[in-house]
Antibody, heavy 120, light 109 residues
Framework: EVQLVESGGGLVQPGGSLRLSCAASGFTFRSFAMSWVRQAPGKGLEWVSVISGGGGSTYYGDSVKGRFTISRDSSRSTLYLQMNSLRVEDTAIYYC?????????????WGQGTLVTVSS | DIQLTQSPSFLSASVGDRVTITCRASQDISTYLAWYQQKPGKAPNLLIYAASILQSGVPSRFSGSGSGTEFILTISSLQPEDFATYYCQQLNINSYPFTFGPGTKVDIK
């Protein structure tokens, strides 16, 4: 059974940094691209970033480009999101998500999410 | 970037009703479209991918259609567990970001 467990969320001041982790199990982690998706309180879903299975290709949404960095450690089956220069509008639940099969597939498995609150 | 719109943004329906939700893309995305259901406090759940393929385990009352720029999610007979918010998402090759639509909330009449 696929399991994705996010951690690392919390309260941080504007301009601060935070690193999220997503521990994966139940599938061959290195074979799948992985994404981060976020959801601000009471709002819709926003795709944040994707990384290829090998880690060599990464893409970001415009709102986080240049501030967030996605990475992965296949030896630990763990996905990361380094978030720098955080803004109030980055406040959201952050989900990691696994695609069905390939890079451009939708997400058939999601974590439970971790809440990031950016506030002074 | 490809923009997605959904209509309606909110709908009130009764158990047993046939419900349709439309998702429109700002440019041709072929059939690179997925539908998700999200209930309060839960992660989204994949319903439909490639515009019309039912994800394993999803009840057959859910169906999807469309291609190009207009897509429809249909629930043939609304059940109590279907009251939720529904999102479309485009995953067109090389068309980052993989945008989500703004969502359609289906509420009990």
């Amino acid at each position: 059974e696929v399991q994705l467990v996010e951690s690392g969320g919390g309260l941080v001041q504007p301009g601060g940094s935070l690193r999220l982790s997503c521990a994966a199990s139940g599938f061959t982690f290195r074979s799948f691209a992985m994404s981060w998706v976020r959801q601000a309180p009471g709002k819709g879903l926003e795709w944040v970033s994707v990384i290829s299975g090998g880690g060599g290709s990464t893409y970001y949404g415009d709102s986080v480009k240049g501030r967030f960095t996605i990475s992965r450690d296949s030896s630990r089956s763990t996905l990361y999101l380094q978030m720098n220069s955080l803004r109030v509008e980055d406040t959201a639940i952050y989900y990691c998500a696994k695609p069905l099969y390939s890079f451009y597939d939708p997400f058939d498995s999601w974590g439970q999410g971790t809440l990031v609150t950016v506030s002074s | 970037d490809i923009q997605l719109t959904q209509s309606p943004s909110f709908l009130s329906a009764s158990v047993g009703d046939r419900v349709t939700i439309t998702c429109r893309a700002s440019q041709d995305i072929s059939t690179y479209l997925a539908w998700y259901q999200q209930k309060p406090g839960k992660a989204p759940n994949l319903l439909i991918y490639a515009a019309s393929i039912l994800q394993s385990g999803v009840p057959s009352r859910f169906s999807g259609s469309g291609s190009g720029t207009e897509f429809i999610l249909t629930i043939s007979s609304l059940q109590p567990e279907d009251f939720a918010t529904y999102y479309c998402q485009q995953l067109n090759i090389n068309s980052y970001p993989f945008t989500f639509g703004p969502g359609t909330k289906v509420d009990i009449k």
